[in-house]
């Protein structure tokens, strides 16, 4: 059975989740569809939990870099989140917008709507400042809960005096006219709990009956007519579905949400595209990232003491991309391991 909506959005992270609150206000069908699960655990919304969710495979695609030279031949571990929220649910809570500069180079290499200016608006519409700023760069009536640090250190004052002493300012609001500075980082907690995408945008949002949230669904194909992407298929369980995208405008999607789902055929590389594994075709990139606990890779059915294994990616795929664990490398700790530490 084929659904209809509006709107297909694939991935409900950070962007997914601001792009369902927003597209489902305007009274449009929306379909949200997320490879993780619920933002059910607790650690997510405890923010000292993050160290616990850095090494749950339930809530982490747990990806790695390829070893290189610039890493010293060391894997960087690379968490992304997995579950409502993306990796706004298992992040250390630090609100930074970036370089006023970077916004404005990319306009001024010809990617229009993308300077500083430009993107200002949105980032005051989305922000719930509590703390000092200029409003001329902070929101207050925004979603996301933007604070301070409400407890000092005195390590971390001493450094910032120490630093203060050189004759760096200190006490600046690194979000609002300029960055340069020192002080304590503003977060995303309020009232002792993670304010994450999910619980700014999405939680409100899921009111409205015109948005569906499907979670642990994992896409393996989506389907064009011409260049005009109408479809998405998806895997729930053991069952293949599909959902069509109707809006004129097209349908919005993250798609580095489920990589090993696109290379299982929503995009074929060309010819020309395999000789350069880094070069780009068109908008579509060679698949960024390879998922650690992705069904697919899994390794046969182990015992209670085994660490999970899964092969190595081919040589094609070395370098500088996303990989994940070798076989026979260190994972994360099992939970009855865990439990005796």
């Not at 980032?123 to 009536?141: A, C, V």
């Amino acid at each position: 059975m084929v659904q209809d909506f509006d709107y297909v959005i694939i991935g409900a992270g950070s962007a997914g989740s601001v792009l369902a609150n927003r597209l489902s206000a305007s009274g449009a069908s929306i379909c949200l569809l997320e490879a993780g699960g619920p933002d059910r655990n607790p650690f997510i919304h405890m923010p000292a939990g993050f160290i616990k969710t850095l090494s749950n495979p339930r809530l982490n695609w747990l990806y790695e870099t390829q070893p290189s030279a610039g890493t010293a031949g060391r894997p960087i571990v690379t968490p992304r989140g997995k579950a409502l929220g993306g990796s706004s649910s298992i992040n250390g809570h630090i609100y930074n917008r970036g370089q006023r500069m970077d916004f404005d180079t990319w306009a001024q290499m010809g990617n229009r709507g993308w300077s500083f200016a430009d993107v200002l608006p949105y980032f005051k519409r989305s922000e719930r400042r509590i703390g000092d700023g200029d409003d001329t760069y902070r929101g207050r009536d925004g979603e996301l809960v933007v604070t301070d640090v409400d407890r000092r250190d005195p390590v971390s004052d001493a450094f910032i005096n120490g630093v203060a002493n050189l004759g760096i300012p200190r006490g600046l609001d690194y979000n609002g006219a300029v960055q340069e500075g020192v002080g304590y980082f503003q977060r995303t907690i309020h009232k002792g709990r993670r304010v994450s995408a999910a619980r700014a945008f999405l939680k409100p949002a899921r009111r409205r009956a015109n948005l569906k949230v499907l979670t642990h669904t994992h896409v393996t194909r989506i389907l064009f007519e011409g260049r005009r992407a109408t479809a998405v298929r998806y895997r729930q369980g053991d069952q293949d579905h599909e959902v069509r995208a109707n809006s004129p405008r097209g349908r919005c999607d993250r798609l580095t949400a489920d990589p090993p789902g696109l290379r299982r055929g929503a995009f074929r590389p060309s010819a020309g595209y395999r000789r350069h594994p880094g070069a780009c075709a068109g908008r579509r990139r060679r698949e960024p990232v390879r998922s650690l606990w992705h069904p697919a890779r899994r390794a046969a059915p182990r015992s209670k003491n085994d660490q999970r294994t899964y092969t190595r990616p081919p040589a094609r795929h070395r370098g500088n991309q996303i990989r994940p664990r070798a076989q026979g490398s260190p994972g994360p700790v099992p939970r009855h391991r865990r439990r005796a530490m």
